[in-house]
């Protein structure tokens, strides 16, 4: 079990530092986001900082990018990093892509289903097939070979996708290598959402090379005031994450509804305090994994059993935020990821 740990908006000079100290406390590899911070600037330090870790944008923004220029830069990345880069992609939502971006949004789905192919496309094309990609969205029919970056001496980049509900799922299962499960997952999620859903459309294939990214919220700790500490930073999270209407039927899943709506409303009234008290310790405990540092590994393993028929790499999404502040912990939680590591 390949254990990550997701990173945050580290500035450029210093991701060197952080791939090597990642691989130095035990992780398998970077989740590397994209938020106020481009994921590839990031994952091209790492690629060139000389260790041994896998790298994975979780996610890229797509729209904004056209595939071609995705599909070389992920082409370029792939070959800095001995094969070991894959391109995670996703939608974002409408008012970044159409505000922030000044991109097209409509029929997200569809539009992305076609995007990994354009990608695809796009990775034949430099290793010299003919490039003739027409779909809906997005049309690639010339690449000259001066234009061409040319075959390298790894495998395509995998692409994976970003996906939390029925449709988006089966689509990653059709399409993509991977999938990047929302951080609003639970072992419910798991068995009714996620794995039906990918096998949907994997035609009874088996998922052993299919890989899915687990985001896991940890409580660890070995004093109650430690554990506790790291709830609240989840129950604040799992609020955050939670008031997005399309996430809604996640709490549906687990016998909580109307959890949203009651979000959005302390939302809207601005009382964060509010939100957290929506998220009650019966809510919470579906989405968090709590014990002390040694009982931990087996939590975890027992949290991604259900998974074990995919290539399944948990994600300590709490791990990246300890890499500054607070040495000690990112230690322990290397410590976490090496215990894993042979599970």
């Given amino acids: 079990m390949k254990v990550h740990v997701m990173t945050g908006g580290t500035p450029l000079r210093d991701f060197a530092q952080l791939a090597r100290d990642a691989a130095d406390a035990g992780f398998a590899g970077l989740v590397i986001t994209e938020s106020g911070r481009t994921a590839y600037l990031s994952t091209a330090v790492a690629a060139v900082a000389d260790v041994d870790l896998d790298l994975a944008t979780g996610v890229a923004v797509a729209f904004p990018r056209s595939p071609m220029v995705t ?195 302390a939302q809207k009234a601005g009382d964060m305090a509010g939100m957290n008290a929506v998220i009650d310790d019966e809510i919470l405990d579906n989405f968090v994994v709590e014990g002390t540092w040694a009982e931990m590994p087996d939590r975890i393993a027992a949290r991604m059993d259900p998974l074990r028929g995919t290539n399944v790499a948990p994600v300590l999404y709490h791990a990246g935020m300890t890499y500054r502040r607070d040495p000690e912990t990112f230690a322990n939680f290397g410590r976490l990821a090496a215990a894993l590591r042979d599970r």
């Avoid at 990775?123 to 000259?144: C, I, K, S, V």
């Avoid at 919220?217 to 994450?241: I, K, L, N, S």
């Avoid at 549906?252 to 509804?257: E, L, W």
């Fill in 71 to 265: 599909a070389a830069t992920a082409w370029e990345l792939a070959q800095a990093s001995g094969g070991r880069f894959r391109l995670g992609l996703g939608t974002q939502v409408r008012a970044h892509i159409e505000r922030r971006y000044s991109s097209p949004f409509d029929h997200p789905g569809p539009r992305l289903r076609e995007y990994v192919e354009a990608v695809k496309a796009c990775f034949a094309g430099f290793r010299g097939e003919g490039l003739d990609y027409r779909g809906e969205f997005y049309q690639h029919t010339l690449l000259p070979a001066m234009w061409s970056p040319g075959p390298i001496e790894f495998p395509d980049p995998p692409v994976d996708i970003a996906a939390v509900n029925p449709w988006m799922l089966r689509m990653a299962g059709a399409v993509a290598d991977g999938v990047h499960v929302h951080p609003l997952n639970s072992p419910t999620y798991h068995e009714a959402t996620l794995l039906p859903n990918l096998r949907a459309r994997r035609g009874g294939e088996s998922l052993e090379d299919f890989t899915v990214f687990v985001p896991v919220f940890t409580a660890a700790g070995d004093t109650a005031e430690e554990r506790a500490r790291w709830r609240e930073t989840t129950r604040t999270m799992v609020g955050f994450y939670g008031s997005t209407p399309n996430y809604a039927f996640v709490f549906d899943q687990i016998g909580k509804p109307g959890t949203t709506e009651a979000l959005r409303a």
